[in-house]
């Protein structure tokens, strides 16, 4: 019943930009903070980048300045816009909530399928 639906990822040049988005479905969104973590292969997975319900948001040092995460509570959608693709953002990119509420009885974090990002030279 909960389900994260990423799309965006794909292929891109050097330079280039890319948004991928993440539809969450079966949460109650906006008290959900929302991040997207990368993991490319051999490597360990790591936070990308964070928005929390009140918006405030943290971003990887790797990624400052070139990325940005957003939501959209009416569309229980969080985005990433990347800018400026270096090769090494090459990754699998995976969308992530985690549930704020103190009364929680199930689970408190959901992760998406994971959407590839491929940034050539």
């Known amino acids: 019943q909960v389900q994260l639906v990423e799309s965006g990822g794909g292929l891109v040049q050097a330079g280039g930009s890319l948004r991928l988005s993440c539809a969450a479905s079966g949460i109650i969104f906006k008290v959900n903070a929302m991040g997207w973590y990368r993991q490319a292969p051999g490597k360990q997975r790591e936070l990308v980048a964070r928005?929390?319900?009140?918006?405030?948001?943290n971003y990887a040092d790797s990624v400052k300045g070139r990325f940005t995460i957003a939501r959209d509570n009416a569309k229980n959608t969080v985005y990433l816009q990347m800018n400026s693709l270096k090769p090494e953002d090459t990754a699998a990119y995976y969308c992530?909530?985690?549930?704020?509420?103190?009364?929680?009885?199930?689970?408190?974090?959901?992760w998406g399928q994971g959407t590839q990002v491929t940034v050539s030279s």
């Open positions: 928005i929390n319900p009140g918006g405030s948001t």
């Open positions: 992530n909530s985690h549930n704020t509420l103190s009364g929680l009885r199930g689970p408190a974090d959901y």
